[in-house]
């Protein structure tokens, strides 16, 4: 579904992406794990064309060389960006609302009815602002959002990123139940949680992939991982 090939990311002098392959197949959920300034950002967004690169990206068979970011989404490529960009002026069913203008043609996916099945708590706050909504509430807006646009493929970054453990572990739950119709690729640095969500790992230091493997074999690695990620043996991020 997704393939990368030869993928550098440069910011002047920085070379924040160092040749990295990686791929996504149909169906199957894939973290990318690494500390901060690792490159995994730099990779999701030069996938989804917002960050300029030099290599191959492939979706669904496509170069995605020349293709707009409006583009990649329309053709069922979803990035939900770190910092969940809720529109604070909007409530949050209008949230949602705006997630549909990205479906390009596409049926069937998530509904409305289904993302509020996934969280519950935005039932009752389907009327409130994005402005009052909490940051656990904002990152439940910001994954539902996209998915009513019918996403092929998804792209979460740091799901978890400022939250408490419970409502971490419930956008986990969440995304645990979304891999069942949609391929993920999702960037954490927490290698628990991550492992829940996905089958298979890479993990990214200093721009390149170190390890790749599947994610019950990473689950056995931790004191190896810890040397790349900065965690402790109890998978706490850093």
């Keep these: ?4 090939e030869g993928l550098h990311v440069r910011y002047g002098t920085t070379h924040a992406v160092r040749g990295i392959d990686l791929t996504v197949d149909e169906g199957e959920a894939v973290a990318l794990l690494g500390p901060n300034g690792a490159g995994k950002t730099s990779t999701l967004r030069a996938v989804s064309r917002l960050t300029a690169c030099t290599g191959t990206v492939t979706f669904e068979g496509r170069d ?3 293709v707009s970011p409006e583009e990649v ?3 069922g490529l979803i990035h939900v960006p770190e910092g969940r960009h809720v529109f604070p002026d909007l409530t949050v ?3 949602l609302q705006i997630g549909t203008t990205a479906r390009g043609g596409r049926t069937g996916g998530f509904g409305f009815d289904d993302v509020y099945d996934l969280f519950p708590p935005l039932v009752k706050l389907r009327g409130r602002l994005g402005f009052a909504l909490s940051g656990g509430e904002q990152q439940m807006v ?3 959002r996209a998915l009513v646009a019918a996403p092929r493929l998804l792209l979460v970054d740091e799901p978890s990123l400022g939250l408490a453990p419970l409502v971490a572990d419930a956008v986990a739950q969440a995304l645990v139940a979304v891999r069942e119709r949609t391929a993920l690729l999702v960037i954490e640095q927490n290698v628990h949680l991550t492992t829940r969500i996905c089958q298979r790992a890479a993990v990214m230091s200093g721009g390149s992939i170190v390890m790749e493997a599947a994610s ?6 931790d004191t190896v991982l810890a040397s790349y990620l900065g965690q402790t043996r109890t998978g706490t991020g850093v």
Excluded: S, T
């Excluded at 579904?1 to 990368?4: C, G, K, Y």
């Excluded at 019950?216 to 690695?221: K, Q, Y």
């Design 1 to 4: 579904m997704l393939r990368i």
């Design 216 to 221: 019950e074999e990473l689950r056995d690695r």
């Design 64 to 66: 995605l060389a020349r």
């Design 142 to 144: 910001a994954i539902g």
């Design 93 to 95: 069913h209008e949230n």
């Design 73 to 75: 989404a329309r053709r």
